[in-house]
């Protein structure tokens, strides 16, 4: 691409990309995902032929172009199509241009309009251990390559932090007792939230991350490499090679960053005793108005202002669950139970008044496990939580029902 295209670029974008369209302040994810779309496409455009040197020759024919070469040639999904071209759309528009870029039908007619219609809602688990993956163990290789990114991944977990919440976390601060607040300016759109802290293991965490932190310092670096003082951008950067270089990405683990915080978003409906469509939820478990309730607090709890939202990150109660275990939740926990090894480890000392809680609760609706079942089964869901071991709390058969589902199973 001519270098003074790129400068136009950046200089049209450094001009009128801080304002999403509705006139909120966009954020530093929101700036640099454009930056990279944008530059990304005039780059492709260059390839296919369109020696473009001035940004504002930006034609149709160039839009008809790439969208035929993302959806015919790169094979990509509607998403990814759709949000490529929202940015364009935005861009054109920074440049006095709107109407210029239209839809992904209007490009593609001989497509079937179903075919470009993105989901928005999850057809299954969005969440890291719906990979089969052992937090505690990725948490681990994470701090071992550079420990601010290990305690950024957990906060993700356990308060469904987006990325630059949590690069601009002051752990110390926010810690309100009762609930994480998220300043004004720190959340998506600049929206503030609080998250109430209603688990033993997100206490747990945040109490980790406290004595990791420095009181005065955020999660972000502060530094570079070099020594200078660190730009919220630079630290985007830092955070994104990073994520590529322990392998936390889509293509190598199947999960990103952002899996985390859908994790957090089923976690949380459990421990209101709701069970998420993703992990076999269906909408007769309980009163409509109960569900709508329980669903809007989590949708608050992560940013959102919109229970509806949630649908995609757990899935919609409209929609036939991923796996039914409605009515069958003895069943799911007792074939997991049958599942395992005949002779198990040892209970920990520490840990065996917790096996009788769980297993006095499980006897309650006539489910019969032995100490060291329980010892196993519960695990999981500690390591679900991104810990070796939770003590049990409330709603213990859905947290048991949702590790023993086939969704999230380690041994």
């Known amino acids: 691409m001519d270098t003074n295209c790129r400068k136009s670029?950046?200089?049209?974008?450094?001009?009128?990309?801080?304002?999403?369209?509705?006139g909120k302040i966009a954020s530093e994810r929101t700036k640099t995902i454009t930056r990279e779309v944008v530059v990304a496409a005039f780059q492709l455009l260059h390839t296919l032929g369109f020696k473009i040197q001035n940004p504002a020759n930006l034609q149709e024919r160039h839009i008809r172009a790439?969208?035929?070469?993302?959806?015919?040639?790169?094979?990509?999904?509607?998403?990814?199509?759709?949000?490529?071209?929202?940015?364009?759309?935005?861009?054109?528009?920074?440049?006095?241009?709107?109407?210029?870029?239209?839809?992904?039908?209007?490009?593609?007619?001989?497509?079937d309009p179903k075919n470009l219609k993105v989901q928005t809602v999850a057809k299954k688990s969005k969440s890291v251990s719906a990979q089969n993956v052992d937090l505690t163990e990725l948490f681990a290789r994470v701090d071992a390559k550079d420990?601010?990114?290990?305690?950024?991944?957990?906060?993700?977990?356990?308060?469904?932090?987006?990325r630059e919440e949590a690069l601009k976390c002051d752990p110390h601060v926010q810690d309100q007792g009762g609930w994480l607040a998220v300043p004004p300016g720190h959340g998506k759109g600049g929206r503030p939230r609080n998250i109430p802290i209603q688990s033993q293991p997100m206490r747990a965490v945040l109490d980790y991350v406290k004595s990791c932190i420095p009181?005065?310092?955020?999660?972000?670096?502060?530094?570079?490499?070099?020594?200078k003082v660190a730009s919220l951008k630079q630290?985007?950067?830092?955070?994104?090679?990073l994520m590529t270089r322990v392998g936390f990405t889509k293509k190598e683990l199947g999960a990103t960053g952002h899996s985390l915080r859908a994790q957090f978003a089923e976690?949380?409906?459990?421990?209101?005793?709701?069970?998420?469509?993703?992990?076999?939820g269906t909408k007769?478990?309980?009163?409509?108005?109960?569900?709508?309730v329980k669903r809007q607090k989590v949708s608050e709890s992560m940013g959102h202002s919109r229970g509806a939202i949630m649908g995609a990150y757990y899935g919609s109660f409209r929609q036939k669950a991923s796996q039914d275990v409605s009515g069958k939740t003895p069943r799911s926990i007792l074939d997991a139970a049958k599942q395992l090894d005949a002779v198990l480890p040892a209970i920990p000392e520490a840990h065996f008044a917790d096996c009788i809680k769980i297993q006095t609760e499980l006897q309650l609706i006539d489910i019969d496990l032995s100490p060291h079942q329980v010892h196993v089964l519960w695990e999981r869901w500690a390591r679900r939580n991104g810990l070796e071991w939770v003590s049990p709390e409330r709603e213990i058969v859905l947290c048991l029902v949702s590790v023993c589902t086939g969704q999230a199973k380690h041994s």
């Open 284 to 292: 007769n478990q309980m009163d409509k108005g109960e569900m709508m």
């Open 267 to 280: 976690n949380s409906a459990l421990l209101l005793g709701l069970l998420p469509p993703t992990l076999g």
């Open 235 to 241: 630290n985007v950067t830092r955070y994104r090679n």
């Open 215 to 227: 009181k005065g310092e955020k999660l972000g670096w502060p530094y570079m490499m070099d020594g």
């Open 9 to 22: 670029i950046n200089q049209i974008l450094k001009e009128h990309g801080d304002r999403r369209k509705n």
């Open 147 to 162: 420990w601010r990114m290990g305690l950024m991944l957990r906060m993700h977990l356990a308060f469904g932090l987006r």
């Open 66 to 111: 790439l969208v035929e070469h993302w959806w015919h040639t790169k094979k990509r999904n509607p998403k990814g199509v759709q949000n490529d071209l929202s940015r364009l759309r935005r861009f054109a528009e920074m440049m006095g241009k709107p109407g210029l870029v239209k839809s992904a039908s209007y490009y593609l007619p001989d497509v």
